[in-house]
């Protein structure tokens, strides 16, 4: 099992900056895939940022140049750094984890076993 508590989301104006956190906890070693999903109302939870078990990172194409997905192995902790935000990247953000060895940002939400509770970002024009 694999336990995900996201943090770090908040509100801010069109332009600046916010970075999310996901602390993994419980069974995270091996192949281990992570992503950034986002979900407004009304819409279908929507890939964000994947990184898979080798580091390489995936993203869509309205955050490309904007957006960057990291993770602390030693730490256990997967991050988002958010720049340059618009009123369109407001949502309800959630961790996403599987243990599988690659992963796509355009990976449907039901390859991914493990969730976070969501934590709201919110940007203002």
């Known amino acids: 099992q694999v336990q995900l508590v996201e943090s770090g989301g908040g509100s801010v104006q069109a332009g600046g900056s916010l970075r999310l956190s996901c602390a993994a906890s419980?069974?995270?070693?091996?192949?281990?895939?992570m992503g950034w999903f986002r979900q407004t109302p009304g819409k279908e939870r929507e890939g964000v940022a994947s990184?898979?078990?080798?580091?390489?990172?995936t993203y869509v194409d309205s955050v490309k140049g904007r957006f960057t997905i990291s993770k602390d192995n030693v730490k256990n902790t997967l991050y988002l750094q958010m720049n340059s935000l618009k009123p369109e990247d407001t949502g309800m953000y959630y961790c996403?984890?599987?243990?599988?060895?690659?992963?796509?940002?355009?990976?449907?939400?039901?390859?991914?076993?493990?969730w976070g509770q969501g934590t709201q970002v919110t940007v203002s024009s």
């Open positions: 996403a984890a599987d243990h599988q060895r690659y992963c796509y940002v355009r990976f449907p939400p039901y390859e991914y076993a493990y």
């Open positions: 990184i898979d078990t080798d580091g390489t990172t």
């Open positions: 419980g069974y995270t070693s091996g192949t281990f895939c």
